[in-house]
């Protein structure tokens, strides 16, 4: 998809990182799965001529107010933190949904865009919920969302992401380029 180049600023946040893995099944860790789908999907993200900020590029830990504190300094238009999802019981729960602080703002369009586009792929959209209590929702100064991509503890889930790596990647940046054109 070919939408030109854009003059926004977007931070990627690959969740957890270095002393805390985030969710673990089977030896799988959240940390690195969402490493690597944040670099490809910035870029995707920067071949569409947008300025991409990490707040991390390998396996360290930052808290999330650090994060939050760090995307502010930065004048970001977007933040997007990408995450894992697990579920008390493996195999309990399939599907991908987004987190906000607020639905009815510019993170709840952006948090839709996404969404729909990773339905578009073949995830199951659970939807888009707020969640006030997250810092690195509710500390930042520009639309931000937490992504969920699949339950890292459903097998499902893990062969999707799996097969589907770069259509993923493609999606969420889809989701980005159109909240921001």
Same mark, same amino acid.
């Given at each position: 998809?070919?939408?030109?180049?854009?003059?926004?600023?977007?931070?990627?946040?690959?969740?957890?990182?270095?002393?805390?893995?985030?969710?673990?099944?089977? !030896?799988?860790?959240?940390?690195?799965?969402?490493? *690597?789908?944040?670099?490809?999907?910035?870029?995707?993200?920067?071949?569409? !001529?947008?300025? &991409?900020?990490?707040?991390?590029?390998?396996? &360290?830990?930052?808290?999330?107010?650090?994060?939050?504190?760090?995307?502010?300094?930065?004048?970001?238009?977007?933040?997007?933190?990408?995450?894992?999802?697990?579920?008390?019981?493996?195999?309990?729960?399939?599907?991908?949904?987004?987190?906000?602080?607020?639905?009815?703002?510019?993170?709840?369009?952006?948090?839709?865009?996404?969404?729909?586009?990773?339905?578009?792929?073949?995830?199951?959209?659970? !939807?888009?919920?707020?969640?006030?209590?997250?810092?690195?929702?509710?500390?930042?100064?520009?639309?931000?969302?937490?992504?969920?991509? !699949?339950?890292?503890?459903?097998?499902?889930?893990? *062969?999707?992401?799996?097969?589907?790596?770069?259509?993923?990647?493609?999606?969420?940046? *889809?989701?980005?380029?159109?909240?921001?054109?």
């Amino acid at each position: 998809m070919s939408r030109g180049i854009f003059m926004a600023l977007v931070v990627l946040d690959a969740g957890h990182g270095g002393i805390n893995p985030g969710a673990v099944y089977e !030896g799988r860790q959240e940390k690195d799965d969402v490493l *690597d789908l944040v670099f490809d999907i910035g870029g995707i993200l920067q071949g569409q !001529g947008v300025e &991409v900020y990490y707040t991390r590029v390998n396996d &360290v830990y930052e808290s999330p107010y650090q994060k939050a504190m760090e995307a502010n300094a930065t004048g970001a238009d977007y933040f997007v933190s990408v995450h894992r999802n697990s579920s008390p019981y493996p195999n309990q729960y399939s599907g991908i949904e987004t987190l906000v602080y607020n639905e009815e703002s510019e993170a709840g369009r952006l948090a839709e865009n996404i969404n729909e586009q990773l339905e578009e792929v073949g995830w199951t959209n659970l !939807g888009v919920n707020e969640r006030t209590n997250l810092v690195v929702l509710n500390s930042t100064n520009m639309p931000a969302v937490l992504l969920e991509i !699949g339950f890292i503890n459903t097998d499902a889930d893990n *062969d999707f992401l799996d097969n589907h790596f770069t259509e993923t990647a493609q999606a969420i940046a *889809d989701g980005i380029l159109e909240t921001i054109g």
